[in-house]
Each structure stands twice: as structure tokens, then as C-alpha cells.
């Protein structure tokens, strides 16, 4: 049978019908061959499958980075990360506070910066608050101080009416006899003038009080703003509070002013800031209009030099001097000559 499928002829392989693989097994088949072409082929599949996993760890480790080599990605990542910026010093540390702030970590810093701005905005809420504080005391106290002044104004007018009406009622008591003799002839009159007067008398005390409290109030607010001008003085007209000029700025400016009508009383009343920079403007412009009067009045004074005149040169004279000179020098005899050139060697 072996003889018999040997000399069997071998049938092409048709082209394109099963491919090498299929020629393969078909020569196997008449060959008698006894191995299972499907076991060669799940071998084969095996042994691929076995070498990919080889293949693969390969070229993982010829991909992976060497130690101490960052990958591509890492180097674009750490390339990518901005320079971290400088942290400034506050800016009310002096300055040797802030070259020992420049020393320091940029950790260290970042904390010492961040809780100096969280103290600062601490102090400026506080500052806040209190100064809307302030403010709403004052508008109170000034509304209070204007009612008391309503009501101081409008007691005097009622008491102006009632020592009136109690002069008319008892216009006959003149001295402390008549009282004596009104309480002896009458005492219910006596009585009565006694009520009033005592009603009259505890009236006037109130108002008085209550004037005092404004005059009180007065001077308290006339004491505020005149310490809140002398801050003003020293910062916009400073020269005024010198210890060297001010003294003698002082005096000229109430000179000035009383040479513009201002009494001495007025001048001492005098606390506007505003009005002690007019006044250290107004004593430069005089000062300088002074020196300007003092320059003229030593020009006008000063005899006049005139400038002597230089006599005109003719150009007539140069011209035939040496007009003169080239004709000598062209035709004139040899001890001429000598003497021209001798003159103008000279």
C-alpha cells in the first residue's frame, strides 16, 4: 500500500487555493507521514505564543529608562514647572529685617509673608471698625449736643416768659421787708409767691446746667479740632512749627495780618491749616517782592558807565597800504624792497 501511494502521482497544488501551508499537508498525507500535521500546527501556535511574551519583556527593558535617567515625559514635566517666584519682605520691616527675610527658605517665607498679610488685614478691619465706631459716637454726641442746644434755646425763651408774668404777678415785693409784711397780712399770697418762685428758681437751674454741658461740649470739640489742625500745620505748612523758623514766622504772619485788618483776637482764634499755608505763600511772595524792590531801587542808584567807542577801522587804509607794499615789492629798488619785507618780518 506504501508502494502503491508512492507512486500515486502528486497533485499540484492548485495556486491561491490553500496557500504553502495547505501544499504542506498534502504532501504529508501521501507521504504517509505520521505525525499529525494539526499537533505540528498547535506546536508551532505554542511556540509563537511562547516567544512573544520573551519578545515583549525585551523590549520593555530596552524601552524602560536606565537609573538615574529621567524619561522623555518626566524631563518635559520638570521642563514645564515654572520658576517659583519670589516672596517680597512686608514692606514695613526695615531694612535689615528684610535681608534676614531674603535669607531665609522659600517655605519659611511663604509663612512669615502669609501671616503678616493676615495680621495686617486683621489690623486694618480692627482699624475700620473702630474708626465706624468713632464715627457713629460722634454723629450721636452731635446730635445730642444740638438737641440740648434746642432745648437750652427754647427753656430760655419759656423762663424769659415766666420771670416776666412773675414780675407782673408780684410787682409790689420789691425787698425782703414787703415779703416779710405779705406774709404777716397775707400768707395764702405768701404761699403762692413762694411756690413760683421756687418753680422759677429750679427752671433757671436746669438751663444753667444744661448751658454748662454745651459749654463743656464746646471747648471738648474746639479742643479736637484744634489738636486735629496742629497735626495739619506740621504736615502741610512745617515751617511753622520749626524750632528755628517758626518763631519768627509766627510774628511776621501776625504782623501781616494785623496790617490786613485782622485784630489780636482774631489772630489768636486763628487755627484753620488752610489759612497757614496762604499765610507762608503770602510771606514768600512779600519777601521776594521786597528784594525785587531792594535790586531796583540799587540799579536806579548806581552810576552809569558808558561803554568807551572803539574808533571804526577804515578799509580804505589797509587796502592801499598794500596796494603800496605789492608795488614796491614789483618795481621798486632793492633797499625798497629790503624795507618792506623788514616791516612786514617785523
Same mark, same amino acid.
Given at each position: 500500500?506504501?508502494?502503491?501511494?508512492?507512486?500515486?502521482?502528486?497533485?499540484?497544488?492548485?495556486?491561491? !487555493?490553500?496557500?504553502?501551508?495547505?501544499?504542506? *499537508?498534502?504532501?504529508?498525507?501521501?507521504?504517509?507521514?505520521?505525525?499529525?500535521?494539526?499537533?505540528?500546527?498547535?506546536?508551532?501556535?505554542?511556540?509563537?505564543?511562547?516567544?512573544?511574551?520573551?519578545?515583549?519583556?525585551?523590549?520593555?527593558?530596552?524601552?524602560?529608562?536606565?537609573?538615574?535617567?529621567?524619561?522623555?515625559?518626566?524631563?518635559?514635566?520638570?521642563?514645564?514647572?515654572?520658576?517659583?517666584?519670589?516672596?517680597?519682605?512686608?514692606?514695613?520691616? !526695615?531694612?535689615?529685617?528684610?535681608?534676614?527675610?531674603?535669607?531665609?527658605?522659600?517655605?519659611?517665607?511663604?509663612?512669615?509673608?502669609?501671616?503678616?498679610?493676615?495680621?495686617?488685614?486683621?489690623?486694618?478691619?480692627?482699624?475700620?471698625?473702630?474708626?465706624?465706631?468713632?464715627?457713629?459716637?460722634?454723629?450721636?454726641?452731635?446730635?445730642?449736643?444740638?438737641?440740648?442746644? &434746642?432745648?437750652?434755646?427754647?427753656?430760655?425763651?419759656?423762663?424769659?416768659?415766666?420771670?416776666?408774668?412773675?414780675?407782673?404777678?408780684?410787682?409790689?415785693?420789691?425787698?425782703?421787708?414787703?415779703?416779710?409784711?405779705?406774709?404777716?397780712?397775707?400768707?395764702?399770697?405768701?404761699?403762692?409767691?413762694?411756690? *413760683?418762685?421756687?418753680?422759677?428758681?429750679?427752671?433757671?437751674?436746669? &438751663?444753667?446746667?444744661?448751658?454748662?454741658?454745651?459749654?463743656?461740649?464746646?471747648?471738648?470739640?474746639?479742643?479736637?479740632?484744634?489738636?486735629?489742625?496742629?497735626?495739619?500745620?506740621?504736615?502741610?505748612?512745617?515751617?511753622?512749627?520749626?524750632?528755628?523758623?517758626?518763631?519768627?514766622?509766627?510774628?511776621?504772619?501776625?504782623?501781616?495780618?494785623?496790617?490786613?485788618?485782622?485784630?489780636?483776637?482774631?489772630?489768636?482764634?486763628?487755627?484753620?491749616?488752610?489759612?497757614?499755608?496762604?499765610?507762608?505763600?503770602?510771606?514768600?511772595?512779600?519777601?521776594?517782592?521786597?528784594?525785587?524792590?531792594?535790586?531796583?531801587?540799587?540799579?536806579?542808584?548806581?552810576?552809569?558807565?558808558?561803554?568807551?567807542?572803539?574808533?571804526?577801522?577804515?578799509?580804505?587804509?589797509?587796502?592801499?597800504?598794500?596796494?603800496?607794499?605789492?608795488?614796491?615789492? &614789483?618795481?621798486?629798488?632793492?633797499?625798497?624792497?629790503?624795507?618792506?619785507?623788514?616791516?612786514?618780518?617785523?
Amino acid at each position: 500500500m506504501a508502494e502503491a501511494q508512492a507512486s500515486a502521482p502528486v497533485e499540484a497544488a492548485e495556486p491561491g !487555493s490553500h496557500g504553502d501551508s495547505a501544499a504542506i *499537508d498534502k504532501m504529508f498525507s501521501l507521504l504517509g507521514g505520521t505525525e499529525d500535521t494539526d499537533a505540528l500546527e498547535e506546536q508551532d501556535t505554542a511556540g509563537a505564543d511562547d516567544a512573544q511574551p520573551d519578545s515583549e519583556a525585551e523590549q520593555a527593558e530596552d524601552d524602560a529608562p536606565s537609573e538615574g535617567e529621567a524619561s522623555d515625559e518626566e524631563q518635559g514635566e520638570e521642563a514645564e514647572q515654572p520658576e517659583t517666584a519670589a516672596i517680597g519682605a512686608p514692606l514695613s520691616w !526695615s531694612a535689615e529685617d528684610k535681608a534676614v527675610f531674603a535669607s531665609l527658605p522659600p517655605e519659611a517665607q511663604a509663612v512669615i509673608a502669609r501671616r503678616e498679610s493676615e495680621r495686617d488685614k486683621a489690623t486694618n478691619s480692627s482699624l475700620k471698625e473702630a474708626a465706624e465706631i468713632k464715627k457713629n459716637a460722634e454723629a450721636v454726641i452731635q446730635a445730642a449736643t444740638q438737641e440740648r442746644q &434746642r432745648l437750652s434755646a427754647r427753656l430760655a425763651s419759656e423762663d424769659n416768659t415766666l420771670i416776666q408774668q412773675f414780675a407782673e404777678k408780684f410787682s409790689d415785693i420789691k425787698s425782703e421787708g414787703d415779703l416779710d409784711r405779705l406774709a404777716a397780712s397775707d400768707p395764702a399770697r405768701y404761699a403762692l409767691f413762694q411756690r *413760683d418762685r421756687e418753680k422759677l428758681q429750679g427752671r433757671l437751674s436746669e &438751663r444753667a446746667q444744661l448751658e454748662a454741658r454745651n459749654q463743656a461740649d464746646a471747648r471738648t470739640q474746639l479742643g479736637q479740632y484744634a489738636t486735629e489742625q496742629r497735626k495739619l500745620i506740621a504736615e502741610k505748612a512745617p515751617e511753622f512749627v520749626d524750632e528755628k523758623t517758626g518763631a519768627k514766622l509766627r510774628a511776621d504772619s501776625a504782623s501781616y495780618l494785623k496790617e490786613i485788618g485782622y485784630s489780636q483776637q482774631e489772630i489768636d482764634g486763628v487755627l484753620d491749616h488752610r489759612l497757614y499755608v496762604v499765610l507762608a505763600d503770602a510771606l514768600k511772595g512779600r519777601a521776594y517782592k521786597q528784594a525785587a524792590t531792594k535790586v531796583a531801587t540799587k540799579t536806579a542808584s548806581a552810576p552809569r558807565v558808558q561803554t568807551p567807542v572803539k574808533p571804526a577801522r577804515s578799509e580804505a587804509q589797509p587796502n592801499q597800504s598794500r596796494a603800496a607794499t605789492n608795488k614796491i615789492l &614789483r618795481s621798486g629798488t632793492d633797499s625798497e624792497r629790503a624795507d618792506v619785507l623788514l616791516k612786514i618780518l617785523g
